[in-house]
């Protein structure tokens, strides 16, 4: 006999969980299924820290981000753990006046900075004649996010989901340890998405990239902001513990297959390395470590938010999903309201 459940959530990722959490407060029982573990480095949400930031140059981004933090202040009281650092963002943008008219529109908080006042406030050297900081901003922790998110909901370790069958009334899902039938299946598959929602019929279209992060150790212990910097190949850096900077080049990682091992670009690593040195102040030029992770990416950077009948679809990364969570799992329990 098949296992019943009301919710099957496939993937415990940061937004499966964030869906399980959402489904959850809206008196669903979900179950999520994961195919290694929670905080599994193969595929996306690993790691310290995450850029949160409501800086955006398209109003709807801002509007999501504004969502999300106030439901990450939920998600902080419920669970009792700090998950926001907000030590600001310096945005280094191509066109300030772009990003500061929708901020302006969203009546969101800035100020705009010289290159003098950007190195004198937070050590960070740069030539871009005109800085925006945004002080609601920083970096969400990732690991204690997933752990806050988990907390109350079912999930089931070491389950990979091979088949998702839609049927009269429902969903079966087929696991190595038998089926499980679900009123609805969301599919929070990360870069795994497309093939498994392929043999149910259903096209995802996103391309899955293997990206390059590098670690380094500051010269000294001081709380840094994140930094965007749009003229650098859109590199960007963010605190990851205690005099610790992470550095990477957005949209820089070359197509990847999630199941093969995959191994830091070195190319990459040198050009992080090279801006870090000129940007900061560090113990040592060399990475204190590199990792990978993966984007899974639409054309436009936008999030594919779907029903089909008892499927969810739910994939909201290309390199930039963490923050905007608990707000996409809001979206997700509306859709099965
Ligand atoms: C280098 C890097 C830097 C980033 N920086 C930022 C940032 O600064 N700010 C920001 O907001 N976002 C950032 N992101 C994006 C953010 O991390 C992702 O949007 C987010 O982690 C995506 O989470 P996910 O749950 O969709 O995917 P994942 O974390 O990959 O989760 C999917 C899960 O599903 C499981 N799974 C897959 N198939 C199955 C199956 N068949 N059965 C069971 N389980 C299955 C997988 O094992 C995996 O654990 C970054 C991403 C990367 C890679």
Known sequence: MAERVDVAVVGGGVTGLAAAWALARAGRE???????????????SHGATRIFRLAYEEPEWVLLAQEALGLWREL??????????????VDLPVDAAALTATLDACDTAYELLGPAEVERRFGLVTDCCKAVFQPEAGVVRADRALQAFGAGVHVREAARVRALVPHGDGVRLETDDGSIEAEVAVVAAGAWAKPLLART????PVVPTRETVAYFRLARDRAVPSVIDYGNRETYALTAGPGLVKVGVHHSGPPTDPDEPGVPDEAIVRFAAAWAAGAFSLASPEP???????????????????RHGPVVVCSACSGHGFKFAPAVGRHVAALLS
């Open 288 to 306: 204190v470590s590199v990792e990978t992770c993966l984007y899974t990416s639409t054309a436009d950077t936008r999030f594919v938010l779907e």
């Open 201 to 204: 019929g259903i096209d995802l």
């Open 30 to 44: 979900p179950l999520v299924l994961e195919q290694f573990r929670v905080g599994n480095t193969h595929g996306s």
């Open 76 to 89: 902080e009281r419920e669970s009792g753990t700090a998950l926001l650092d907000l030590n600001g963002l």
